[in-house]
């Protein structure tokens, strides 16, 4: 079993920069894989960075995945926000390295103003 709360939403003008964080309940080294996920009004949830034992992959170019093992902490860095970044962000985890992810946060909510 692992708990995820996320934090470090919030509201920000377009063109600006938040840093929102997961701390993980066990050590995340010991996870397949943690993600950031996004939903957006009138999307669905999309993926928008993922860390696995083969790296890291960021789908959206002005986002940056990262983690610290010591503190059982896995980060989005998200730069040059835009309006359409606003959404609910997840993180998210696995055992395995493939399928489902078995364990989400709560979300925190991040709101990009024009």
């Known amino acids: 079993q692992v708990q995820l709360v996320e934090s470090g939403g919030g509201l920000v003008q377009a063109g600006g920069s938040l840093r929102l964080s997961c701390v993980a309940s066990r050590s995340i080294s010991s996870l397949a894989a943690v993600a950031w996920f996004r939903q957006t009004p009138g999307k669905q949830r999309e993926l928008v960075a993922a860390l696995t034992s083969a790296g890291s992959t960021n789908y959206v170019g002005r986002f940056t995945i990262s983690r610290d093992n010591a503190k059982n902490t896995v980060y989005l860095q998200m730069n040059s926000l835009k309006p359409e970044d606003t959404g609910v962000y997840y993180c998210?985890?696995?055992?395995?390295?493939?399928?489902?992810?078995?364990?989400w946060g709560q979300g925190t909510q991040v709101a990009v103003s024009s």
């Open positions: 998210a985890a696995r055992w395995g390295p493939s399928g489902p992810y078995n364990y």
